[in-house]
Structures are given as structure tokens and as C-alpha cells.
């Protein structure tokens, strides 16, 4: 008798466990990663240069190590956020045919980024030193989402791009994007030349 009862209990249960599995399956929400900004803290560039300015205290301050570096071009890395800021230093020795040039450079870098860029937006900012820097802020899928360049159209320029070492998306990237932004601001309007 009991050979029988378990004979019927088989298609019970199997009929029990068809009955419970459904296709209302909601998968999860894609996770994103949890960036922690820092609170802004500034240091001044040291002396040996031809200009001055205030960086992040949390990023460290390294020499461009490409090849056609340059004695005045430095890497200020966020270790942290794996943001990085080239800047870039050219003397200008009052030849505005220089400073056409360095422009035009400037202009042509930004414009690379166009093929992915969705927009790019410039912006002439007046900066306390009285200088004119000029903003470009892309949108879309680009290496570099924030340009800038400043020159007081005599003795010096600089140009300036953001850059991440990392192959997350800018929309996941947007909060930290905004505090690089104004981390480079703040970097811009205590530029001065020496």
C-alpha cells in the first residue's frame, strides 16, 4: 500500500512544481558604482613655473611624460577618481603670429572630438587677472569633456584638457565630471603669470 501512495504523490508533486514556475521574471536594477567626492581642498603650484595656480589637494601634481612634452606641461592626476588635467604651456615672446597659431592648435584638439561629441559649447569666461579664458564643455561619448585655454596675448598661454583612465560611461561619470569642472574653474581664476 505504500508502494502505490508513493506512485500517486510522484505526479502530484512534478504537476505542483510545473505549476509553480512562472515567467514573471523582473531582473535587477544595473548597479552603479558609489564615487565619493572629495571636500575641495587647494595647494599653489610651486615657484618653478611661469604661471601660478591653486589644484586640488587630492590630486597629485606630475610632470607630462609624453614625448613631445614639453619643461612647463604637467599632469595633475585624482588618483582617486582616475581624473587627469594636461596642461600645457607656451610662451608667446609678444609674436602674435605665435598666438594665432596656439589658438588655431587649441581650436583644432577641441574640434577632434566633434565625430563623437553630441554638442560642444564654448565659453569666454573673464577671469580675475583680467585675462579672457576660453571654455569648451563636450557632450556625448568624448576622451575629453572639459578644454580650456588662457592667454594674456602677450607673454603666455595655456591650454588645458580633462581626461578620465577609465572606460566607464560619461552619463555614470557626470558627478564626478561636474566636480572636475569646478575644480578646473577654481584652478582658472587664481591663474596668474609671472
Not at 158 to 167: N, V
Request: proline share 6%.
Amino acid at each position: 500500500m505504500g508502494y502505490k501512495k508513493t506512485i500517486l504523490l510522484i505526479p502530484i508533486l512534478i504537476g505542483f512544481g510545473l505549476l509553480s514556475c512562472t515567467t514573471d521574471y523582473v531582473p535587477k536594477p544595473k548597479g552603479f558604482n558609489r564615487i565619493v567626492l572629495p571636500k575641495p581642498k587647494f595647494l599653489q603650484l610651486p615657484d618653478s613655473f611661469p604661471y601660478s595656480f591653486q589644484y586640488s589637494s587630492y590630486a597629485r601634481l606630475l610632470r607630462d611624460s609624453s614625448w613631445m612634452a614639453e619643461r612647463y606641461w604637467v599632469d595633475i592626476f585624482y588618483p582617486s577618481l582616475g581624473a587627469n588635467v594636461q596642461v600645457t604651456y607656451k610662451s608667446i615672446d609678444g609674436n602674435q603670429k605665435l598666438l594665432e597659431e596656439y589658438q588655431n592648435d587649441a581650436y583644432r584638439l577641441t574640434a577632434k572630438h566633434q565625430i563623437k561629441a553630441y554638442s560642444i559649447e564654448e565659453v569666454n569666461v573673464k577671469l580675475p587677472n583680467g585675462d579672457i579664458a576660453v571654455v569648451s564643455e563636450l557632450e556625448g561619448q568624448v576622451p575629453s569633456q572639459f578644454q580650456f585655454y588662457v592667454t594674456d596675448s602677450v607673454q603666455h598661454f595655456l591650454r588645458g584638457a580633462l581626461y578620465f583612465r577609465t572606460a566607464t560611461q560619461n552619463d555614470s561619470l557626470a558627478p564626478v565630471i561636474e566636480y572636475m569642472k569646478q575644480d578646473i574653474m577654481h584652478l582658472l581664476n587664481t591663474l596668474s603669470w609671472k
